[in-house]
């Protein structure tokens, strides 16, 4: 095995309603791990304590874990107080990232452009969010990953609003009105362009549809992809991230592009796409999982 990692945690599955997705990363991280020689071992943090990573002699922890708990800061700060050395980015970094509002606010006050939008409640005037922000309107809470929680909108004769603030707020009490770009190191990765029937990237068609189609390369020219590559850097800075991650981007037909949000932990499945954009610049998935593995830190 391995000896430069030592014995290896992969961290997968957790309590947060991304659990189902957090263990189909896992599992593919821990085989391409065990491929390159790596000691690696599945650890599900929902059914052990976390305190058994000491007692077990772990000495790096894989964060394969998504959403609440494993994406938040929460785990990272277990990890820290544990000195054991973790992949992605620390506690500030991602507890701002996994709250879609804040990030904004931090972004809007650097000049990252990012959409118009409304933070919303169940006392709500629906018609004067469409007034302000027109349709369509995408419907999420704030604090959840791999597209829960979304709707998507384009009419309001039918209470359409009121019912996805009601899914929404199943799921986080703050919910948000309102091109992807990968991250490895101190390197933006090729763009992806993705195309999902009817415009809907939601849960099925993000893990489980065939018909959603992924462009690596994005088709953009250098002169258009470069400056927004650079740019993605800058908002995964300004974020306080460090290691790895991806951002969710939209491009308007004008060409300007908007920043969505920061995922520092994000999918690592056979739809996932930072292993996308990694195979486009030369990077197989095993040695992808080694390099985000390299980078672990302990704050």
Not at 53 to 82: N, P, S, Y
Not at 171 to 199: F, K, N
Request: net charge negative.
């Amino acid at each position: 095995m391995d000896s430069e990692f030592g014995k290896v945690a992969v961290l997968m599955g957790g309590p947060s309603s991304e659990r189902e997705i957090s263990f189909l990363s896992g599992n593919a991280v821990l085989a391409a791990l065990r491929e390159q020689g790596v000691d690696a071992h599945p650890f599900d943090p929902a059914e052990r304590d976390l305190f058994d990573l000491k007692r077990a002699g772990f000495a790096r922890v894989f964060i394969a874990l998504h959403g609440r708990f494993g994406e938040d800061g929460t785990v990272q700060g277990a990890l820290e107080t544990l000195k054991i050395p973790y992949t992605g980015s620390g506690v500030m970094a991602s507890a701002l990232a996994m709250d879609k509002w804040r990030t904004k606010l931090v972004w809007l006050a650097s000049g990252i452009p990012t959409p118009r939008y409304r933070v919303v409640d169940h006392e709500t005037d629906w018609m004067q969010v469409v007034a302000e922000l027109g349709l369509p309107l995408i419907v999420k809470p704030a604090r959840e990953g791999s597209t829960i929680g979304i709707t998507k909108v384009t009419r309001v004769d039918r209470d359409e609003l009121a019912l996805a603030y009601v899914e929404a707020v199943r799921y986080d009490p703050l919910v948000l009105v309102e091109l992807t770009a990968s991250i490895l190191g101190r390197r933006a990765l090729p763009l992806i362009r993705i195309e999902a029937p009817q415009g809907n990237y939601d849960y099925h068609n993000k893990y489980f549809s065939d018909e959603t189609k992924y462009f690596c390369p994005s088709g953009l020219p250098a002169n258009e992809e470069d400056p927004i590559r650079a740019q993605a850097l800058k908002a995964f800075d300004l974020i306080g991230c460090e290691g790895w991650g991806r951002l969710d981007l939209i491009m308007r037909a004008d060409g300007s592009v908007s920043f969505l949000e920061v995922n520092t932990s994000p999918g690592m499945t056979g739809h996932s796409l930072v292993p996308m954009a990694a195979r486009q610049a030369g990077t197989s998935f095993p040695a992808l999982c080694v390099e985000i593995l390299r980078g672990a830190h302990v704050g």
